[in-house]
């Protein structure tokens, strides 16, 4: 047998451990193979394609012309009004839904926390269920509770809160509240599993020297939560620019870049716009992700616990 | 002390009312099954179960149900297999490979499923297999192995090693070793990472949209194209279905595991 603890002489120890080292790692190497062929094959092979045709030229009859090289669909991504009035509109609506989701999952990832028993896990249990629910059902459940005749306006016409019904769905608010609902179990639970590993000492300490509870959370809790709020705004953030579900269903005219290069890939079949299109919005997002983690470690620096 | 008391209702009024939100979507998705008019209304004014009999009479849904347990019973072994092994191989590690390996199976991730969809179809209709179940279980399996691979490696973590090694002293091989040291103690997590891996397939809809044709379309997809056209309560009916599987879903696996220890490994 390869692995033995049995206690070996001191020279056949030296020559035995490291190769008995080595084929532990060999082992491990045959393991995590099979993962890494699969990614290699799956999802860099997929995306050195996808690029690949994105530098080709159109075709009228095909899907793109295979064999040449070309930067149209490029030029096409860039002078198209249409196009990039949609990435604006991509980011705007990642902004502003990024902003709400993550303020929303810091009270709540909190109040999971403070949360005891059967509480804790209603708490819990109402933020896995929609997290393990399809898309579609997530975002037609607002059709019912936000249209004109809808649930919610019913109420506010009833309270006299408002004279005419408002058009929350189809439009951009209701965009907004269905893309913070996809997003928001997952932020909550990515802030609130650093919480979950925080002692609750340190903000009863705060307490019983002066602070208020709300100083106390934004002073203490939210700063060591950083890492967990680092995560919950990029996943919040890459999800609403690329959001497909939501605006799919509930936007009235403006259309996101997922619709639009949905149209070109599969209604215009113009592969070789539709691939640019997705290679500059990654680009874009990637380099803004990045802008957003640094600016964040920066405000979370000094905090570093996690 | 009167300030504390104010405190206290609002945060209270406050999480309840997120609670709300969380769930009344879905409450409102259930209800809607049962409103016997063809329209889509919350409250129903009239209960009926016209509509679930109307869906078992419909070939395209149930065939579109058939189809969504195969492919996440496939995303299902392929994920699990992926996922148990690589995570495993990573704790044996000292090298660098798992170093690569974690990012590498994070970032799909991240990336919105549409740029993820496009690519996809790109790459499987030049590989000529486009519209096929195998295309949309591979996409489903990028989507479902890191759910299996990160749930494993914190089951591995808390491990005890020594016993592994024990066995191998006791003259036990790789595989022996494996199936009466390890698997025992790793069962619950394997069996979580599967359940989650199958949910995820169940419910994924956009990279399923752009790899599926009219025979391999999934629940989600028929549920997605029926609402472009009108709103069907159709779809209400499907919805309830797949609340109430994912439901069903948490409540093994918070008996497998907790509740608990089941919201860690979905963050």
Redesign the interface.
Known sequence: MSGTHSPLPAPVARVWEPLRKRSRSKRALLLMAPLLVFELLLFVAPFLILLRISLTSGSTDLRYAAGTWSLDGYAEVFTSGVLLDAIVYSFKLGLIATAITVSIAVFYAYAIWRAEGALKSALLFSVILPLLTTLVVKTYAFRPLLSPTGTVNDVLLSLNLVSEPIQFVPGTIGVIVGQVYIVLPYAVLAIYSVLSTMDWGIVEAARDLGASRPRSVLEIVVPQAMPGIIVATVISFAWSVGAYAAPGLLASQRVPFAIEVEKRLLSNLQWEIATAYAVVMLLLMVASIAVLTVTLNYFGGEFEYA | MHRETV?NAA?RA??LA??T??????A??VA?SFEASGQ????PENYSLVHYRAFFEETRWLSAFDNSLLVGAGTTVVAT???V??A????????R??Q??AP??L??L??????LG??????FV?AGLNASFLSII??H??WA?PLV?FVMRSVFSRFDWQLL?AA??L????LQSFAYAVLPNVKHGIFVGAL?AF?VS?????MAL?LSSHSTET??VV??TA??QS?DPM?SVV?TF??LI??I??VVATLATN??W???Q??
């Open positions: 405190e945060f406050g999480y997120i609670l939100f969380m769930l009344l979507p879905l409102v998705v809607t889509l209304l919350f409250p297999t992926l996922g092994t690589a495993f191989g990573h704790e044996l590690d000292d090298g490979t798992g690569v390996l590498l199976v970032v799909p991240l990336i919105p499923p549409i740029i496009i690519s996809m179809r790109v790459y030049r591979l996409a399996t990028l192995t691979y090694d191998k002293d003259g036990a091989g790789p989650l949910i169940l419910q994924e809809f956009v752009f629940i989600p549920a997605w609402l472009r709103l779809v919805s797949l609340i994912s439901i879903a948490i509740l608990e089941l919201s860690k979905l963050s």
